[in-house]
């Protein structure tokens, strides 16, 4: 594939070759200066848009939810503010020709996998949210003194933001989509689905608990003192697993270090360090994912070999309140294939596109993944993965929203393609679920996942 790369992707790309021998300078004053000003975003994001004005200029006029929005359902469903917009046009596998160099490899095989129901419904795109000060402030600060340690397997950084709003090499990008601004605190009841080639369905639920320090809106610290998150997740389907628990931490750094998690088995009544949780261990229902799957990737980098490819302008999964929406029920959303076209929103975007190449020596599932890193947010929203044969095997998509409460961008139901199988799992779903997410709502504490409240909370 080819890409188009732009004034400052043709710097980073070059600059990519140096991922496995990571520079840990940071940028100069001068280039940190251009945050915030006229060509650059806080973020770091090109602030103007693209040539023909498909990709606007970034506005960044919302903070929190847009006027006028009747918001009523507090740490619920938050409403589409673009609910009343139509598709420009629909790319199908009969005219994906006309817009192939600004599809992934993954959508266009899902086009030819599926060629007669997957479709993309094309929205106006958007760049209308923005991040609180707070967070800007500490972006500008990271751009000067965020580095690179242990060879690239950790980061010292400030936290709230991504670190390196000016990424140099694949490995600082990386970082940037582990630590992008996100939720604090996120509780909710996540339903699961595995749909089949057959239209069978196969049906997942967890209570998920999470508690990200490194994301607390009320505290800066560094990395380095403050873990990344804390999580707790009780299978309550399939029947057989119910009550099944994991509980444990993820480090911001991975050397001489590792995701702790402490497993709950009601079969035993006893609770069980895992010796590795994380990398390719299969997870959720149908296991069409890995447990570094989730946000497409995520965990120690070491197996990996990273690298920019540059920036591309994609059309890609975005402002997707529509599948929140409690009036859509999940035998409307569940269609064999794919998700309901009729419920996605597709909006062309620039992104930043990371790969990463298995290491000679190390083992996984996937000898390469492509991921695709939306320009404003650091968030990832696709990722092509491939076999150890190199073919590619696994599309993932996360629809992303702005979440208004927690003024920042969350992640809502992600889609795991299997092309091999002709399966996917969707995740994530909240729909049918009477009390939606509670996202930065607090109430949780470094106590609640421990090993002893594993034992506590089994079932």
């Given amino acids: 594939m080819k890409f188009k790369l732009t004034c400052i992707a043709a710097l980073t790309a070059a600059a990519g070759i140096l991922a496995a021998h990571p520079a840990v300078a940071a940028v100069s004053a001068e280039e940190a200066a251009q945050l915030g000003g006229d060509k650059l975003t806080c973020t770091g994001a090109e602030r103007a848009g693209n040539a023909d004005g498909s990709i606007p200029a970034f506005s960044g006029k919302w903070l929190g939810a847009p006027p006028g929005l009747d918001v009523k359902n507090a740490h619920g469903h938050d409403p589409d503010p673009y609910a009343n917009e139509k598709p420009l046009f629909t790319i199908t596998a009969q005219n994906m020709a006309q817009y192939a160099d600004k ?56 936290t709230g933001s991504v670190p390196f709003p000016i990424p140099q090499n694949g490995l600082e990008l990386q970082w940037n989509l582990q630590l992008p601004t996100r939720a604090w605190t996120e509780v909710a ?30 505290k800066r610290g560094s990395t380095t003192d ?77 197996r990996y070999d990273w690298k920019i490819i540059g920036k591309k302008e994609i059309y890609i999964p975005w402002d997707g309140y529509r599948l929140n929406d409690p009036k859509v029920k999940y035998k409307d959303l569940l269609t064999k294939g794919s998700i309901n076209p009729d419920y996605m929103r597709y909006e062309l975007h620039r992104v930043w596109v990371l790969q990463a190449t298995l290491k000679p020596g190390y083992r996984h599932l996937y000898s390469k993944r492509m ?14 993965t491939y076999d150890n044969r190199g073919q590619l095997w696994r599309v993932g998509m996360i629809n992303y929203f702005y979440a208004y409460e927690m003024q920042s961008y969350h992640a809502g139901v992600a889609v795991y393609h299997d092309l ?20 930065n709502a607090g109430g949780l504490t470094a106590a609640d996942f421990t090993p002893d409240s594993a034992r506590r909370g089994g079932h």
């Fill in 371 to 384: 991921i695709y890193m939306e320009e404003d947010s650091w968030h990832g929203v696709m990722a092509d």
């Fill in 420 to 439: 091999v199988d002709g399966a996917y799992i969707a995740d994530r779903m909240v729909n049918e679920q009477p009390d939606g997410e509670k996202l």
């Fill in 103 to 158: 599809l992934s490899d993954g959508q266009k095989a899902l086009f030819k996998r599926y060629p007669d129901t997957f479709r993309m419904p094309v929205y106006t795109s958007h760049r209308d949210f923005r991040y609180a000060d707070w967070v800007c402030d500490t972006l500008k600060k990271n751009a000067m003194t965020a580095k690179l340690i242990h060879d690239g397997v950790g980061v010292s950084a400030i």
């Fill in 189 to 218: 009841t996540y339903d699961q689905a595995a749909v089949y080639g057959n239209g069978n369905l196969a049906w997942g639920r967890v209570s998920y608990n999470i508690l990200a320090p490194v994301n607390d809106p009320d």
């Fill in 226 to 302: 403050t873990l990344g998150s804390y999580f707790n997740v009780i299978t309550l389907l399939p029947e057989r697993d119910k009550g099944s628990l994991d509980i444990g931490w993820t480090p911001n750094d991975y050397d001489h270090n590792y995701t702790h998690t402490w497993g709950y088995s009601p079969g035993t009544r006893r609770v069980r360090e895992a010796p590795e949780f994380g990398f390719d261990l299969p997870q959720g229902a149908g296991g069409f994912r890995t447990v570094d799957d989730d946000r497409l990737f995520n965990g120690s980098p070491e």
